[in-house]
């Protein structure tokens, strides 16, 4: 069964402090891709980033970077230098076989 | 712009009442899907499909059926709704890769309708 984890509900911090948002999956199968989405107040779902299965690099977009442990399955995701835009609720979903499992979330509050 | 849209973002509707939402994707895109949020639980896959009048149960579907007449529209109906379907309702598309990339593709979201049933 393949199942994801977020275990933090909500985090606050205040501006320009780095945060790390935490991801656990499960799944038996090798070959998956793991996504973070990126919800804001509006509501609507912002595609962030895909990882493959095979690839363990760890990315970095401007403030954003993700990590990614195949040994402990995980697939983290910091923001550095934290800003106010940067509140909206984050989703860690696995992708596998045209099914999506999403994460319950994480409500990241950056006050100014 | 690529776009997902939902026809209403907020709806109030009485128990028992039959209740219609509407998705349309401009992406030309084989798969859509219907999900519940709700807070604590995260996205809840209630039916996808993955072509014209196909369709897939998802992981909550009881309550819920679902009709794509159109490649391009998948709505989701509530036969009787109920106090408990109160919710935000996401669809989503996504477009059908096959083998090896069969996972690759995000799916695109719409902004989402939020249900009350009184």
């Known amino acids: 069964a393949q199942k994801v984890t977020q275990a933090q509900t909500e985090i606050s911090v205040v501006e320009k402090e780095d945060v790390t948002l935490d991801c656990v999956y499960e799944?038996?199968?090798?070959?998956?891709?793991l996504f973070w989405y990126k919800q804001p107040p509006s509501g609507e779902l912002v595609f962030l980033i895909r990882?493959?299965?095979?690839?363990?690099q760890n990315e970095i977009s401007g403030r954003y970077s993700w990590n990614f442990q195949k040994s402990t399955s995980s697939f983290n995701f910091t923001i550095t230098a934290s800003q106010v835009v940067d509140s909206a609720v984050y989703f860690c979903?696995?992708?596998?076989?045209?099914?999506?499992?999403f994460g319950s979330g994480t409500k990241l509050n950056v006050k100014p | 712009d690529v776009k997902v849209t939902q026809s209403s973002r907020y709806l109030v509707k009485r128990t028992g009442e039959k209740v219609f939402l509407e998705c349309v994707q401009d992406?030309?895109?084989?798969?859509m899907f219907w999900y519940r949020q709700d807070p604590g639980l995260g996205l809840r896959l209630i039916y996808f499909?993955?072509?014209?009048?196909?369709?897939e149960k998802g992981d909550i579907p009881e309550g819920y059926s679902v009709s794509r007449e159109k490649k391009e529209r998948f709505s989701l109906i509530l036969e009787s709704a109920s106090t408990n379907q109160t919710s935000m309702y996401l669809c989503?598309?996504?477009?059908?890769?096959?083998?090896?990339?069969?996972?690759?593709?995000?799916?695109?979201f719409g902004p989402g309708t939020r249900l009350t049933v009184l």
């Open positions: 499909s993955y072509d014209v009048k196909m369709k």
């Open positions: 979903a696995l992708n596998y076989f045209n099914k999506f499992y």
């Open positions: 799944t038996r199968d090798t070959t998956y891709y």
């Open positions: 990882r493959n299965s095979f690839d363990e």
């Open positions: 992406m030309d895109h084989e798969n």
């Open positions: 989503a598309s996504r477009p059908r890769t096959g083998g090896s990339l069969s996972s690759y593709n995000e799916q695109f």
